[in-house]
């Protein structure tokens, strides 16, 4: 394709150039990995990388969401606070349901589907006023920002929201196998009686999370890439009147997009639930859509639209945490980590202008 | 403009409200106000009001001359917090230095809005020379600034700054105080408990006049007449011939003059200075722009509707806060407002730009 207007141009470059600055930020993953690896000895631990990916999972949620987002051409800025207001309303009908008598198992239960429901409309909104008022992305989403951040602070005055039943952190925070060298190994929970003193010598095995976060990307990686529903999305994103022209219903897939964008935003939150054990509201420090924005922009899409890719988002949050990580293990000041990924992001963005071509 | 005479107006009313609902809002919201909150319609408050807005008042023209090229600004904010610290450091160090206290405030201050453009520029060079879209490399230079200030303070408040800044930020132009005359700058010495009327802000009598001389800039210079051109459409510009590059660098360099000098503000008016002083103001900025009819692609906007935006939310603010309404609602009506703003600029369009052109 670029082949015959760029005849004149520079070299088209040789394969290997071009599959590594498809996927360089994953070549600068292994590189943090080499690095940190030498200068803080506990950074290739295990269970400092299985506790730094199970920390992601939140971020992991929230990229994705942008990558479909990003790949149309928009831009989702609610979805932090969209997350903040699932979980304090997660956690706000626990509490209502469990005063009605019913077991924490149950309450749970129908408070995270209530919760999953609730947060389809959010995107609803976003996604009828972008279509339909034909009001920037930027704008609606700013709005739903406010919106968002008003009513979770409104539902939950302005503190997290506690005394939730006691299984959630359990479950949330929880290994899949967990051993003691040369011992015992057990499923799922530590073995009873294992005195929490010393639960610093037992071996946790791959969080819950885990296979949770990899069942819903694959899941998301597979409607991107196999499906009509992602190739619509990319050809939205690569030229909207292509897109209408070949008959693709553009405002349709639009507010679906945005409404899978808050979904996603909603799993975030009922997890952060199951992680902390409370309700949080989203604080304005947090920047959580600023971070997962990042992440898809590192992981090479482009805000233009048409470009991205779940693998490359997932990357992108990787390499964000692994260096805030390996920062605070090495006993760097974290603040380097704010200039970093500024500099990632400028990075992010010379590449993609340097290979135009690459998807 | 020929063409738009022609096309006939379809209703008187929508012709009239056009261009002019966010004024009526606006007078509406503090007529509301004046019934909802005790004291709310008195000079104190009017003062009140201004006064604590002078930083979003400040953010948001810079963020209008970013818009009106169609780019967006999200360091704003942040170069705010950076250059409130830096300020206040620089302002010490002179003192410390043994130079007098005013002249080191002076040269605090132009120094600081000196390493206020640094930002700017290298977010117009970015954006002009290096094509990174305005999103992400202003977002590139909040992390910057972000990180920047968390190092010079590293995890505390800027301190230091010395009384007589503080006097100036927190004092006004005239007073009164009874059976006296008027009295520019100095509190008069009369005895505790005499009332003193206290009038125009000093912090605020600044603002004003920045923002009247960008006013003008952007209404009436050839510059501001590229940046209404290079935002209603980058080609045509560039065709024109206006140094289509040299402005977009210019216009970030400004804007991060203006968060700067906003930063300024704040450091004489809270004598501190922190990492985090704008980083909530951005959303406020960008609203006002917005709410003021500016275009998110270009184009349109002028710094007396921005204005009126801005003090649609500061009335809001002030007025929830008065009326003890806590003050999350804020956000819900803000996001709300922004959003409905923007959908009646849609359906009740302005009868004519000062300088407008058709978009594509």
Redesign the interface.
Known sequence: MADTASSTAAPVPSPLVRAAARNWSALFLILLFVAFGFAAPNFLSIQNIQSVVHLQTVPFLLAASETFVIITGG?DLSIGFVMGLCSVSAAEIVQLLAAKGLSGGTAVALASIAVLLLSLLPGLVNGV?ITR????P???T??????????A??LC??FPVAGLPDFLPRLGNGYLFYALPGNFVSLFDKPAGFPDARIRELWRLIPFSLPFIVAVLGFLAFRLSRTPFGRHTYAIGGSMDAAVRSGIDVDRHLVKVYVLSSFLAGVGGVFNVFQTGIGNYTT??ASYE?FA??AV?IGGAS??GGKGRIFGSAVGVLVLAFLENGLDISGV?P?????????L??V???ID?LFPDLL | MNDKEKVPRKSTLRGFLGGRWVAIFLVLEIVFFMFKSQGFATVNSAQILLFYGTQVFLLAVAELFVVVTGG?DLSVGYILGFASIISIKIVDALVAAGLSVPASILAGTVATLVIGLVPGLVNGW?VAW????P???T??????C???S??VINGVYAMGMPQLAADIGNGNLLYKAPHLPFIFFRRPEVERGTPVLALIPNIVVAAAIVILIFAFVLRRTRFGRHLYAIGGSMDAAVRAGIPVRRRILQVYALSSFLASLAGVTYAFMYVSGKA?AG??LL?DA??AV?IGGAS??GGTGTVGRTMIGALVLAVLDLGLRMAGI?T?????????I??LA??AA?YLPEAQHPVSEDRK
């Open positions: 831009i006023v008022f034909k009001v920037p930027f704008i609606a700013l709005g739903m920002w406010g919106m968002a951040n008003g009513l602070l409104k005055d302005g304005f420090n600023f924005i990042a922009v805000l233009s000041q603040f380097y980590r704010y200039i970093a990924v500024g500099v992001l400028v992010a963005v010379v202008k | 967006i970015l290096l094509r990174v879209p999103f992400i490399a977002f590139s230079m909040l992390g910057v972000h990180g920047v968390e190092l985090d980083a909530s959303l960008i609203a917005m998110m692609f806590a999350f609602d804020k956000y819900i009506l803000v996001g709300a922004l959003v923007v959908i849609r």
